[in-house]
């Protein structure tokens, strides 16, 4: 009983704390400040994964998005200069119809997928989610049913590290 | 309200956030984080679903996204800073002119 009440809080928590989060990067000056809020949310997301029993997801959760690109996002910001103009002045003029345009987005994703929209979908399995979750099975699942998938994701990062390498070297030759 | 529609509601916050972000920041490795944030609100929704319905297909679709947004950023710091070395600013509507 403490242990579910215990375990719901921090599923809130998480959820909650993530949530101000990304509230905070739309509102903070610095691109270093919005780059820890981001880590943040991410990190607390990590928790609620963790918190639903899909602990595979958690851990690349943290290992790929706050490990690899945050930290490769905190170290472009540390390279670039202090004194940009967009470091000043935040927002662009497209404020209000930006938060309008926001605020509709949320109301039409609530009404698709809110309360109406997932009465339809099927409860909770019985299957418990740390069995179907568990790292055993879903690499099982991975490699026997989604086997094509893995090997086109390894295509697309192939062909963003030539793309990343031909943008450096196009940069070098210009101006060399 | 259960806790699946929850969490939905809260990766919908998250991908509303992030659009917002996306159009009202000026500077572009902003923007580029506000898309992240987007990414994340799909994926907990997605991993809403996969609690909910026991099914794997969520939970590996989650995992393709880690790799999409992983390329993504690769492809993405680059050109930001090339940009950023040619025109010595972050403020998006100064490549205005990169429009087709």
Redesign the interface.
Known sequence: MIESVLESVLLYGFAFVGLIAGAAMLVLRHPMRVALALSYAMICLGGVYGLLGVHVIAVFQILIYVSAVMVFMVYVIMLLDVRDPSFTRRFSHLVIPGAVAGVLLFLALERALGPAGTATMPATVSMTTSDAFSMKAFSVAFLDEYWLYFELTSVLLVAAVVAAVAVIRADGSKRG | ?D????????S??????????V????????M???M??ML?GV???L????????A??P??L???I??????????A??????L??RR??????TYADLKG
């Open positions: 309200m806790r699946t529609q929850i969490l939905v509601a809260v919908m916050a998250l991908f509303a956030l992030g659009l917002v972000g159009v009202v920041r000026r500077n572009l490795l902003v580029l984080m506000c992240e944030l994340n994926n907990l929704s991993v809403a679903f996969a609690q909910q319905t026991g794997a297909a939970a590996v989650v995992f393709l880690f790799v999409v947004a992983a390329a993504e950023i690769g492809i710091i680059p050109i930001v800073l090339l950023a070395r010595r600013t972050l403020v998006a509507s």
